[in-house]
């Protein structure tokens, strides 16, 4: 069984209460009168360290030969993610690599997500309080670095995650896409077989679910999601384990997410999407990550 988690835990207060990210209050603030580049370079050597990796990723497969309309298939995605009718809120561990433009990407991070529109992640760091922290409501954020004490404020999330992952999703977005649920509400008419096997039912206008077969049971397989082609495996318990999002566009984006320690519907205080930042820090725009950390596009 996926963890249910306990909201009263000590680990979970410490992770997810209304405490601020990350106690330096015994610590002496690291000295912030070097230049933005140099800061961040060393932020991403920390949590989004760049790597070398020589080897281009296999891409996933898709439906091939023809397709014929299956009522069917309609029932079948309502079936397989029937765990996903009444999801809340879900939190994660996030082990993140792949790459984002020219730039490499690797790191981990606590996430937190809650309907509607509220959204935490926290870059961990090899020791001592999290790299950064983003998180707000309403599909706004605030991104605080406790190490550097700088902060972008009040923000929309997909201009924020478009900086530092690559990937220009709201707060609600990702939470469907790394649950696997795609949609709030299942659909009611569609669906399509096709002759190698898959079916694959329309979400939206711009949004398509492909299922197939895996170990004997039918599961979400991938999803075409707007600007995004997804792919889903290790599924457990119904839900993916393992989450690639790739740019349907020459592949500028192409990122794994795996997920650990998966918690479904535990409460979680409105607390844990506030940032508690330092009176003092100094605030940076988004044209400051813009030119420091350029995680789309380039050679």
Known sequence: MFRTGHPGSPARQRRWGA???????????????????????????????????????????????????????????????????????VTTVIALSGRAGSERLRGRLHA?????????LEGIAPFGPPAFVLAGQQDRATLF??????????????DVLERLTGLDLGADDLRLVLSGCLVAEPPTSGGQSWTNGWKSVPLAPDRVAYLRQASAMWVVAGADYGAWRIDYADHLNGWPRTVRVRSSQGGVVDLTARLDELEINVDLPSSAFVVDVLPDATPISLDDLRSVAPLRGGS
Not at 112 to 120: D, K, M, V
């Open 112 to 120: 937190g997500f809650a309907a509607p529109q509220a959204i935490r």
């Open 145 to 158: 670095f406790p190490r550097e004490n700088r902060v972008l404020p009040d923000t929309p999330v997909a």
């Open 19 to 89: 405490g601020p990210a990350g106690d330096t209050s015994n610590r002496p603030l690291p000295d912030c009168r070097s230049d933005m580049p140099v800061l961040v370079r060393r932020l991403v050597a920390l949590v989004l360290a760049a790597t070398l990796i020589s080897c281009a990723a296999k891409l996933p497969a898709r439906p091939s030969g023809t397709a014929a309309p299956d009522a069917s298939a309609t029932t079948l995605f309502t079936e397989v993610t029937r765990q996903c009718r009444g999801l809340r809120t």
